[in-house]
């Protein structure tokens, strides 16, 4: 069965534009979250959020692209790009039917929404674009990338809310065991527009804090719910027979995927079951893995849990536990796919991201949490998990390529 490996990566974040910035910036601790600064947040309860700031989209995309995305989308193609400059694929020439495409979105292109209702309701129908019939969509992502970078093998778009960004890996690993080369895929998201944030509040979850220093604090004590963000990271996963054919770098190999769902009011063991499915399907054992990227939802019920499921398979405090999103926000379906990113960038480097904002895990969350300061490990075997809302789980295993 063919390996999947990522030769590429390209990242948009709170605290970084770039792989390298965003790396850089979450080893030195420094957090993207601040008071919104796109609209007016005083009338809304959640007023902090982790905004990409910096990001020019004139300076990155070409302008006949401008009044057809939203902002999302225009970050997407950002990291899109980056991820296939990465991996040392030629900038969009021919069709590329070796290529596909699978991203994951949570929210689609909620601004784009909001302003053409604003236009509808106080100019009239006729001043609606008519880019918001597909601005808005789930699949605009996936679609957008391929157009602009002529990649014409398998297109997918993947809803499972904040798993989204680990299933939508999963699904391109599986399109790479049936025979096509290479997929883009990851997953960047957020909707930071009064719209959007009205749409999160009423989901639940998320602090009202207006203090943005350790306003996000998963596994802590006096946790209270996370902070929105947008960004993410897209990766090229390409099959590492077809990597090692062309000479491509090689970040790391996807080794292991699961993903569960728990019904509403059956046991919540989907976590639990997606991690031994994930070590399963790497054929490796828990004591394999150096360092877990947790979901970490700042819920303290959620994050009780959390810890329990990791506790129940690796023993209690058995393994290190690191949550960086502290530092950037909950990225929607981008989330997943940035701690991806991130743990790739921990096991070429070997070192332990740290869970900003928070001194140290509660009581009842039997975890070694990574606190303080990033820890060198000897890393070769990583864990990713990530939940969305409704209840999917996913789980993926990430280990240092053989190359």
């Known amino acids: 069965m063919s390996a999947a490996v990522v030769t590429g990566l390209g990242v948009a974040a709170a605290n970084g534009l770039g792989t390298e910035a965003y790396w850089q910036a979450t080893l030195d601790g420094r957090a993207g979250i601040r008071e919104i600064s796109r609209f007016d947040p005083s009338g809304y309860p959640v007023r902090l959020a982790g905004e990409v700031s910096g990001f020019v989209a004139e300076e990155h995309l070409p302008g006949r692209l401008l009044p057809q995305t939203d902002r999302m ?75 602009r970078h002529n990649l014409r093998g398998p297109g997918a778009a993947v809803v499972t809310d904040h798993a989204g960004g680990l299933d939508a890996v999963g699904h391109a690993r599986r399109q790479i065991r ?36 350790g306003a996000y604090r998963p596994f802590a004590a006096d946790a209270d719910g996370a902070v929105p ?67 970490g939802t700042a819920d303290r019920a959620a994050d009780r849990a959390e810890a329990a499921a990791l506790a129940a398979v690796f023993g209690p405090r058995a393994v290190p536990v690191t949550a960086p999103k502290s530092m950037v926000g909950r990225l929607q379906a981008g989330a997943a796919a940035l701690d991806l990113a991130t743990a790739l960038l921990a096991l070429r480097d070997g070192v332990a991201p740290h869970t900003a904002g928070v001194d140290a895990p509660a009581p009842d969350c039997p975890i070694d949490l990574v606190t303080g300061s990033p820890r060198s490990l000897p890393l070769n075997c990583v864990l990713v998990l990530a939940r969305g809302r409704g209840g999917f789980n996913a789980a993926a295993v990430l280990r240092r390529s053989q190359q």
């Open 178 to 213: 049936r025979g096509t080369p290479a997929i883009l895929t990851g997953g960047v998201d957020g909707a930071l527009c009064p719209l959007g944030i009205a749409g999160l509040v009423s989901t639940g979850g998320y602090t009202t804090r207006t203090d943005p220093d």
């Open 229 to 295: 963000g947008e960004g993410g990271a897209h990766l090229l996963l390409e099959d590492r027979d077809a990597a090692r054919a062309r000479g491509a770098k090689v970040y790391g190999e996807l080794a292991g995927y699961a993903a569960t769902f728990d019904p509403a009011g059956a046991p919540q063991t989907g976590l639990q079951r997606a991690i031994t499915g994930a070590l399963r399907d790497a054929r490796v054992v828990p004591a394999d893995v150096g360092l877990v990227f947790a979901d």
């Open 73 to 147: 989308t225009r970050l997407s193609l950002y990291a899109a790009e980056q991820a296939l400059a990465d991996a040392g694929v030629p900038a969009a020439g021919g069709l590329r039917y070796d290529i596909g495409v699978a991203t994951a979105s949570s929210m689609g292109g909620f601004e784009f929404g909001q302003r053409e209702l604003e236009n509808l309701w106080s100019k009239g129908g006729s001043h609606v674009s008519a880019y918001q019939s597909f601005a808005w969509f789930y699949a605009v992502n996936s679609g957008q990338i391929s157009i």
